[in-house]
């Protein structure tokens, strides 16, 4: 049994202009101790799917279909108050504004204290040692002075690792991160990526990582979904969806991906936004943008293929594509290359996209 088990999440938002569908059908898994990344465009649904996790989605929102189960249960089953010793406890999360997370009236020591007390039933000095080696743990230093301080009077790279430190009090299995560096500049970006990797290995818990860089990714984990209109159009292990993507939005992706002093020419960025999820394009939510469609593409919706069988993907089935290409079913077919850059050389992906035309 995985840790996290979604199964066709539908999640709902009734709006003025009508309901919003900003999760539709998603399946996904994560097992124990994996790092797995959520990737797309500003309004794919990754944020909704990670309040659905916690069981956060507030009015006009509600989740309409699906079940979330974690080590077997649903959680959409459990009591409130089950499900508040879930969160902190056994499922843990990281938002990207450190600010929220962090109560400017007490110090971060105390709320981290506080939090342990609360979970795991220590006495006051053992809270506070524990929170102090979280601190010093989490890269912070002379964390025993650090304890008394206030929130502002750490740097925003401060006070995420101290979010951090807070989250990983408790020992939670799954820690879902949402955008846990896009407030941060380039340098701590890089040391907060690290540190979450580092301490998701030494402490056994499982990492969600939600973002819209498929860059962050390559750093921390080792499984991708990548999401578009609220659906999964492309699951696959890291490497394979950098050497070898199968799905148009995905390559449009990795266009937008910065490396420093990378001189290469760009493939182009996707042209266009996001549908209205209100009323979403018929067949292939992606085709009004994606370069390769053709007429059937606006007929058919794509499912979820295995691209090297073209049979319906399964929960086992490593990598996997939602575009008709992979049933067959595109004439011209897909024509793209991937030119990856190393740091010592830069040379092209041999994989190109199969069922291309020349
Ligand atoms: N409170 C809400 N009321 C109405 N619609 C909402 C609400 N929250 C989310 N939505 C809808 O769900 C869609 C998906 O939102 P979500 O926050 O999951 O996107 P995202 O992929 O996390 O993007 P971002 O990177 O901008 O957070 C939004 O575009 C919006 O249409």
């Not at 089950?82 to 990207?96: I, T, W, Y």
């Not at 540190?195 to 498929?214: G, N, P, R, S, W």
């Amino acid at each position: 049994m995985a840790l996290l088990e979604v199964e066709d999440l539908t999640v709902e938002f009734y709006t003025e202009e009508g309901v919003v569908t900003a999760v539709e059908d998603l399946s996904y898994r994560i097992e124990r101790g994996e790092k797995f990344g959520v990737v797309g465009e500003s309004g794919a649904g990754k944020s909704v799917t990670a309040l659905s996790l916690m069981r956060l989605i507030e009015s006009p929102g509600r989740i309409a279909s699906g079940e979330i189960r974690f080590k077997g249960e649903d959680i959409l089953e459990l009591s409130e108050r089950e499900v508040r010793d879930l969160r902190g406890n056994e499922v843990a999360m990281v938002f990207q504004d450190a600010q929220t997370a962090l109560n400017p009236v007490y110090t971060v020591g105390e709320q981290i204290a506080e939090a342990i007390r609360h979970h795991l039933d220590y006495d006051d000095r053992e809270a506070r040692e524990r929170t102090v080696q979280l601190l010093d743990e989490v890269g912070i230093p002379e964390a025993e002075t650090r304890y008394s301080d206030y929130p502002h009077e750490f740097s925003g790279g401060m006070q995420q690792r101290a979010v951090i430190a807070m989250a990983l009090s408790c020992e939670p299995d799954l820690l879902v991160c949402d955008e846990p560096t896009t407030a941060l500049d380039v340098t701590i970006e890089a040391q907060i990526l690290d540190l979450i990797e580092e301490l998701a290995d030494e402490f056994d818990v499982a990492v969600q990582l939600i973002t819209h860089d498929l860059g962050v990714i390559a750093k921390v984990c080792n499984r991708v979904m990548v999401m578009y209109a609220g659906k999964p159009v492309e699951k696959a292990p890291v490497e394979e969806l950098y050497y070898d993507p199968k799905h148009p939005y995905t390559v449009g992706l990795m266009s937008s991906i910065p490396r420093v002093g990378d001189e290469r020419d760009r493939l182009r960025t996707i042209p266009g936004t996001m549908p209205d999820l209100v009323e979403l394009p018929p067949g292939c939510s992606f085709h009004p943008r994606c370069p390769y469609a053709e007429e059937v593409c606006t007929l058919e919706e794509p499912p979820l293929l295995d691209p090297e069988t073209g049979a319906a993907a399964i929960e086992t089935t490593a990598h996997s594509a939602a575009c008709l290409e992979w049933a067959g079913k595109l004439e011209a077919g897909l024509d793209y290359e991937v030119e990856i850059r190393d740091d010592e050389d830069t040379h092209r992906n041999p994989a190109r996209a199969e069922g291309s035309d020349d």
